[in-house]
């Protein structure tokens, strides 16, 4: 890792950047890829804000269910979520699971999200990456990357906003989750049990597994990652967790 990126997060922190937007695709999508890095900003007295570009009214095996109930209880599982990681209550933006688009519509949205939560920090799924990614995932996060760059500091787009009085913003940096290329870890172990109790607040998705069931779930996978040789290489034996992100950073 290089010493650019290290210390990103204590640094935005101590020049007072502590406002953080999450654009995820669907409900646990935030706190399975940054549930922890979310829940270390809040510690750290950031505001995060997290907004769902899906209610997730598709995925489950009950053929009782309609769309509208799971897009119910798994909105409430979220803001469920959020409150144990100490974000803000979420934003739903309602498009159905499986159907975003990074369309004119739902740039417009995000550049909204943007002028108005002003964040310093906005994290979302990678887009780019190569390997097998859910089409709402890559769709969310290049509508994101675009809603940034160039439209969110641009008066010209989306002018509609200046009757709202929101005015033009860049953030200063993004960290795209869910990448194949990270060049910043995120070393969540003092939250890693709070970011268990977030996943398992979507209960509908997790099938009465337990803290102590997940939680070694975790603990086998960074015991595998720490024996390979290409990853963050421990010097004592304590199990440490981190999340990953490839950052962009805006001038
Ligand atoms: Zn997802």
């Known amino acids: 890792m290089s010493n650019k990126t290290e210390d990103l997060i204590e640094r935005m922190t101590i020049d007072g950047q502590k406002r953080a937007l999450v654009v995820m695709a669907h409900p ?5 890829v940054c549930g922890g890095t979310v829940a270390l900003l809040s510690s750290k007295g950031w505001s995060v804000h ?11 095996q009950d053929p009782s269910v309609t769309p509208q ?22 934003t739903f933006m309602g ?8 369309s004119n519509e739902l740039r417009g949205l995000l550049v909204r999200q943007i002028r108005l939560h002003r964040p310093d920090l906005v ?3 990678d887009g780019f990456r190569s390997g097998f990614n859910h089409r709402d995932h ?13 439209a969110a500091d641009d008066h010209l787009y989306y002018p509609v906003h200046k009757l709202e009085n929101l005015s033009p913003h860049r953030p200063s940096v993004l960290l795209l989750a869910g ?31 337990t ?5 070694e779930r975790y603990r086998k996978r960074a015991v595998e990652e720490r024996s390979d040789a290409n990853v963050h290489n421990n010097q004592d034996n304590e199990v440490r967790y981190q999340e990953s992100f490839r950052v962009i950073e805006f001038g």
Request: net charge negative; glycine share 8%; aromatic share 8%.
């Open 138 to 150: 890559r769709r969310t996060g290049r509508a994101t990357y675009d809603a940034i760059y160039p």
């Open 50 to 60: 997290i907004i769902v570009t899906t209610s997730g009214n598709k995925g489950t």
């Open 69 to 90: 109930q799971l897009a119910f209880v798994r909105e409430q599982e979220q803001r469920h979520a959020a409150e144990i990681l100490g974000a803000e209550e979420p």
């Open 28 to 32: 646990d999508d935030n706190e399975f």
């Open 211 to 215: 803290e102590a069931m997940v939680m």
């Open 123 to 125: 994290i979302t799924w």
């Open 179 to 209: 990448t194949d290329n990270p060049d910043y870890l995120v070393d969540i172990t003092p939250v890693m049990n709070i970011k268990v109790r977030s996943i398992l607040a979507h209960e509908s998705q997790m099938g009465g597994r």
């Open 95 to 102: 498009f159905p699971d499986g159907y975003i688009e990074n």
